[in-house]
C-alpha cells in the first residue's frame, strides 16, 4: 500500500508541477523532476542529475486497529526540493514549488 501511495503521490506533484518552469542546471528552463524516495544514483559517466527536482520519499507510518470494520493507516512523506539558482534568490524557487503543491491539496488534504 505505501508503493501505490508514494507512486500516485509522486504522480500527482509531477502533473502539479509540470507547468512551473524554472532555471536549471543545463542552462535552460524546465520544470522540476520528480523522483521515488532518492535521487537516482550517479553511475560512472552519467550527468549529474538536473535540477530543479523533487524527491517523494516516505518517512513513517503506522497502522490503527479495525474500528467499525475499517483500518486507518497514516504515512508521513518528506519532499526534498532542489533547485538551480546561482544568486541567493534560490529559496524563492522553492517556495514556489512548495506553494504550488500546498495549493493543490488545500481542497482535499487527505490523500
Not at 520528480?34 to 542529475?49: H, I, L, M, T
Amino acid at each position: 500500500m505505501i508503493l501505490e501511495m508514494t507512486d500516485a503521490l509522486r504522480a500527482r506533484i509531477e502533473e502539479i508541477t509540470s507547468t512551473l518552469l524554472m532555471p536549471d542546471s543545463n542552462n535552460g528552463t524546465s520544470a522540476p523532476d520528480v523522483y521515488d524516495a532518492f535521487v537516482p544514483k550517479r553511475r560512472r559517466g552519467d550527468a549529474e542529475p538536473k535540477l530543479p527536482f523533487v524527491v517523494v520519499r516516505p518517512a513513517k507510518g503506522s497502522d490503527n486497529g479495525a474500528e467499525l470494520g475499517a483500518y486507518e493507516s497514516t504515512v508521513e512523506v518528506m519532499l526534498l526540493i532542489a533547485v538551480h539558482r546561482p544568486d541567493e534568490d534560490g529559496y524563492r524557487d522553492v517556495l514556489a514549488i512548495v506553494e504550488k503543491i500546498r495549493q493543490s491539496f488545500l481542497p482535499a488534504p487527505v490523500f
